[in-house]
């Protein structure tokens, strides 16, 4: 079985501050991961992933994300935040020896960015 | 993302009613999804398809059913809706490359309320 914890529901952090936003995973092989942001009123948008490679995987909008294999982590950062990046932030993932089975969601992060 | 669109955007109906849901898609893509979210609940898989003769129940199928008309249009139907299905729908689609998977690309939801 595979499947995806996002232990915060709510993070708060002043603008220019660094944030993380926690994913933690559960999977028998290898994962693929994602990270999904949904902004108010809108569908979720793709930011980033982690196929195989690199351990660092910088996405869109400045934000990037650490695979830590031994933490069976992938927590999204972004050195600098901003306003405009709060949202509501989805982690998923798929098991890369499950055959054809679609992504597994976490609950999401709702992230507030405060001025 | 406007490549994939769904009807309507918001729906109010009653207890017992038929409701279909429809999405579209101009990206070319195989792989079609439907999702429905929940505060708390994050995005729970109803049904999902490979490709027009393949379809397959998510993590929470019962009270829905779908139809995958052509490669780009797949449709959610509520044969006899009931409050509890009061909820935001999304439908998304990715695509296969080789053995990798790919990212999955989200509509923009529809809003069902079921009094």
């Known amino acids: 079985a595979q499947s995806v914890a996002q232990p915060e529901d709510q993070v708060n952090v002043a603008e220019g501050n660094p944030l993380t936003v926690k994913c933690t995973y559960s999977v028998s092989g290898n994962p693929y991961l994602f990270w999904y942001v949904q902004y108010p009123n809108r569908g979720l948008q793709f930011l980033l992933k982690y196929i195989t490679g690199d351990n660092l995987v910088k996405g869109s909008y400045g934000f990037e994300a650490e695979f830590n294999k031994s933490q069976t982590s992938f927590h999204l950062k972004k050195p600098s935040a901003l306003v405009s990046d709060s949202a509501l932030y989805f982690c998923a993932v798929r098991d890369r020896n499950s055959g054809n089975t679609p992504l597994v969601f976490g609950k999401g992060t709702r992230l507030s960015v405060i001025a | 993302d406007a490549d994939v669109t769904q009807t309507p955007r918001n729906r109010i109906t009653k207890t017992g009613k038929r409701i279909m849901l429809e999405c579209s898609q101009t990206?070319?893509?195989?792989?079609m999804y439907w999702y429905r979210q929940d505060p708390g609940l994050g995005l729970r898989l109803i049904y999902y398809?490979?490709?027009?003769?393949?379809?397959n129940k998510g993590e929470i199928s019962d009270g829905y059913s779908v139809s995958r008309q052509a490669q780009a249009k797949f449709s959610l139907s509520l044969e006899s809706a009931i409050p509890n299905q009061t909820a935001l729908y999304f439908c998304a689609t990715s695509y296969r490359a080789g053995d990798s998977y790919n990212e999955q690309f989200f509509g923009p939801g529809t809003r069902l309320t079921v009094l």
């Open positions: 990206k070319g893509h195989d792989r």
């Open positions: 398809s490979f490709d027009v003769k393949d379809i």
